[in-house]
């Protein structure tokens, strides 16, 4: 799962950005509202964590924008505490949902799921194909009950791909969500990944899709 989080004090940002990538996430961050409006616009990501009081481009106008602009994106708002206004005006602009400031990073991390889960028609947790079962809150993978140990990458390709389960996701998609903008995977990087993931969980349950990418059937 890829997600933006957008805020301009950079301690909170790094809090949360580093909730975020224990959670298993890939986090991209940006302080600005302009940056955020046109990253959200052009790019895929799973989720959208927007602070309300940004420069340049407020972060009402940047979900107003992205809506308009028929972005889909769940988009999680931060509020300032007490502000009911904000909120409601945050959700009539088209946000998903809102946490007023300060809040726990767990709930953040909770919400933020939630808002993912809802938009794809996930309505637990827990992610199942077959044999396989996926904890997304805890991070524990079973197949056939039996707990499977993973890296945090294999966990991430794992989660994303059981998360598209009955649609093929390319390499390109599936390598967007699993490695940062900032690392540079070899060439061949996700075929290993993609190999050691199939030692763990069982060969058959990640299709290869042939000069495409790969595929968990539902
Ligand atoms: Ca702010």
Do not use: C, W
């Given at each position: 799962?890829?997600?933006?989080?957008?805020?301009?004090?950079?301690?909170?940002?790094?809090?949360?950005?580093?909730?975020?990538?224990?959670a298993g996430y890939v986090v991209e961050t940006v302080a600005d509202g302009e940056e955020a409006w046109s990253r959200a616009g052009t790019e895929d990501f799973d989720g959208i964590i927007l602070d309300l009081g940004l420069p340049r481009l407020d972060g009402l106008s940047v979900v107003r924008q992205l809506r308009a602009a028929g972005?889909?994106?769940?988009?999680?708002?931060?509020?300032?505490r007490g502000t009911w206004t904000e909120r409601v005006a945050g959700i009539d602009a088209g946000a998903d949902d809102y946490l007023?400031?300060?809040?726990?990073?767990?709930?953040?991390?909770?919400?933020?799921?939630?808002?993912?889960?809802?938009?794809?028609?996930h309505t637990t947790p827990t992610l199942e194909a077959g044999p396989l079962r996926v904890d997304t809150r805890r991070m524990i993978t079973t197949v056939n009950g039996?707990?499977?140990?993973?890296?945090?990458?294999?966990?991430?390709?794992?989660?994303?791909?059981?998360?598209?389960?009955?649609?093929?996701?390319?390499?390109?998609?599936?390598?967007?969500?699993?490695?940062?903008?900032?690392q540079e995977p070899g060439s061949n990087a996700l075929e290993v990944l993609i190999a050691r993931l199939?030692?763990?969980?069982?060969?058959?349950?990640?299709e290869t899709q042939r000069g495409y990418g790969y595929l968990i059937r539902g």
């Open positions: 799962m890829r997600a933006l989080v957008v805020e301009d004090e950079a301690q909170i940002a790094a809090e949360i950005s580093a909730h975020l990538t224990q972005v889909t994106t769940p988009i999680l708002v931060l509020t300032a007023p400031k300060p809040f726990q990073p767990e709930e953040l991390v909770a919400r933020l799921g939630a808002i993912i889960r809802r938009s794809t028609g039996a707990p499977v140990s993973l890296s945090l990458l294999e966990f991430r390709a794992l989660r994303y791909l059981i998360h598209n389960k009955g649609r093929p996701v390319s390499q390109f998609e599936l390598g967007e969500h699993v490695y940062g903008a900032d199939r030692k763990k969980i069982g060969g058959e349950l990640i």
